[in-house]
């Protein structure tokens, strides 16, 4: 079982450097009240990028960071890669050296160029080599230090060639028990999992009664066993999103249950955003803003899906813009505010997955096909999966369409939320005979008790459903636990819930419970006292529709970037309705809308109020008063919507090229 607080939200960038960045990014969490329980350091924080270092400029004092953190309810977990500079002034590197540490290349310690240059690598396949690795993490324990990160574990080397990694020719003096000594080619697909391994048993060493956490780059079959992964490098794009939930589910079906990508891409397309209109000109203004608006909401419909993953990590490059949940405005941060809470909400029922995991093998997340392995059309379903065999997961990949669930028919599925659904937002359904346990939302894992427990009850078309629960302290390698399973049955217009089986001898953390009942489309909610047999009466519930509205409406008008060029100023070519202002040309005349007339809108979605393009908040409509990118209140219509190139000249109308033509939209939401 990994420590709990690892299914928490994580946060890192490459790189939070200062330590002032790491604690200005933590208490901006705080402050916007969005969940969050690690914060990661990448490699900067290093003296020179080598390794069980840090940099007296920007990392004076790690302990009091670590601690500050730890205030907060927030763990660190740091980068330690594998190779170790060859800086015979380091040393570090001069003991491995001594110690014959290292792998070898044709009788010679093989270096290879990383971030610190020239490097030498540790040869893991050595019982005796990772022992002395082991060792190397005790100052880090000692200052608090949560989790280790182990990146460019292939390894990955610099050097122009095609394999970048080390030439399979170097040597590995390699244990007996792995097959004893041979060249690259033979231990390359392990080198990742046995780092990670040998670090694994440096925080078991320096903590032994707590669990350790790490994650790894690369592994192989069985590198569960010592810790997560991720899956690597990706870009920001709608293909790489959809191609990030695949890569989960087939490294939950390689005994990896633990996984998950970096939430909004890694990288951009040769440092540009490749969602952006083609036709922009590069480096431009209007590109820039324009990145801005399709990047966050990339990043919404990334984050929402991402919350519902075993390993729920946003992570971006050092050259791309910022990607934490407030950088893209209002709408974007509040979207994932509720994507979070809804993880948090879940964290009892994705613990209890884990907790099945580590007893079984079966996978956190998988295939939809699982539910109907007869079912052929389910077999290739990458914008929907299971989480566990309860909860359906329903995303689209495609930015203007909702999503399309085909929901398995061996069962009955019922739509549910959390009073939070958006366009951006993934669909949940429950199982028909299911019964998924719940906890309240809190800033970080074990914040508050989980109390009241909620239990979502759907009972099967025979009146009955059934679920686990399982609770232990959450850190410790031998904590007391609790394992109870709920059997739910209707009789009438009642619902009893008994505890039919039990294992273990912790006491429950909750002296109540609310029932979320549903029955058809309605969801009959009450909170009773715990014990070992409960009865609601819908007489007694507050109701609900379980339907989840998707998003009210289509917008009334939809505005898209221009392909053609304005000359030399890098903004798009006059529209083809010729002025620069949104005017009854443009639109024909004036539209309805559920939230009034003239409603213009930029984001894709229709969304009360009015939402703020990136390029400024008020509404489009003509006739409401606008502010421009300064901020300055400006006279009403007529409007011209992106307003003159400077900041600092006032909106006003037809002072500039407008950045877009107005079409009505193709088809409703």
Known sequence: MPPKWAL????????????????????????KRLPLDVIWVDIDYMDGFRVFTFDRNTFPNPKGLINFLHQRGVKAVWMIDPGVKADP????????????????????????AVWPGKCAFPDFTSKRVREWW??????????????????????SIFEDSTLKTMPLSCFHNADKELGGPATHDRYHNVY????????????????????PFVLS????????????????????????????VA????????AQPFSGPDIGGFDLINNRNPNVTQGVMPNSPVEKELDMWSLGRLFARWFGVGCMLPFARAHAAKHTPSREPWCFGQEVEDICRAALERRYRMLPYLYTLFHLASITGQPVC????????????????????????????????????????????????????????HFELPLLFCRAGAIVPLGPVMQFVDEIPLDPLTLLVYPDEQGSAHGTLFEDDGISCDSSSLLRTFVAQRKGSQLIITVSHEEGQRKPSYSKINVRWIDSCVCYECLVPASMKITVDMAQCTTSQVQPKVHPSSPVVRLEPLHQQWPNSGFPSPSQFGSGCLDQKAVGSPYQSPHGSGYFECFGSSYPPPPRSPFGSG???????????????????????????????????????????VTPPTSPR
Request: net charge neutral; glycine share 8%; with cysteine.
């Open 89 to 112: 002034t380091f040393p570090l590197y001069v003991a491995g050296k001594k110690g014959g540490m290292y792998v070898t290349d044709r009788g010679n310690e093989y270096q290879g």
């Open 134 to 155: 082991a060792t190397l993490f005790r100052p880090l324990i000692d200052l608090g230090v949560d989790g280790i990160w182990n990146d460019m574990n292939e390894p």
């Open 366 to 421: 998988l295939p939809l096909f699982f539910a109907d392995p007869a079912d052929p059309a389910l077999r290739n379903r990458y914008d929907s999966f299971l989480l566990g065999s309860d909860v359906i997961v329903s995303f689209s990949s495609e930015p203007d369409l909702p999503p399309k669930p085909l929901l398995p028919k061996t069962s009955v599925w019922a739509p549910f939320d959390f009073q939070d659904s």
């Open 8 to 31: 928490g939200y994580h946060q890192s960038r490459w790189s939070y450097t200062p330590d002032r960045k790491v604690l200005d990014v933590v208490e901006t969490f705080r402050q």
């Open 217 to 244: 780059r690369s592994g192989y079959l069985g590198s569960h066993r010592y810790g997560a992964t991720w899956t690597g490098d990706n870009l920001a794009t709608w293909q790489h999103m959809q191609m990030s």
């Open 192 to 211: 990742g999992s046995l780092m990670a391994r040998a670090t694994r048993d440096a925080l078991v060493l320096g903590r032994p009664n707590l669990r």
């Open 247 to 254: 890569m989960v589910l087939n490294l939950g079906l390689s």
């Open 619 to 661: 509404q489009f409509d003509g006739s409401s008063e606008r502010r421009s990118r300064s901020g300055t209140p400006t006279r009403p219509a007529p409007l011209d919507y992106f307003g003159s190139p400077s900041a600092n000249i006032p909106f006003g109308p037809c002072v500039s090229p407008p950045l877009f033509h």
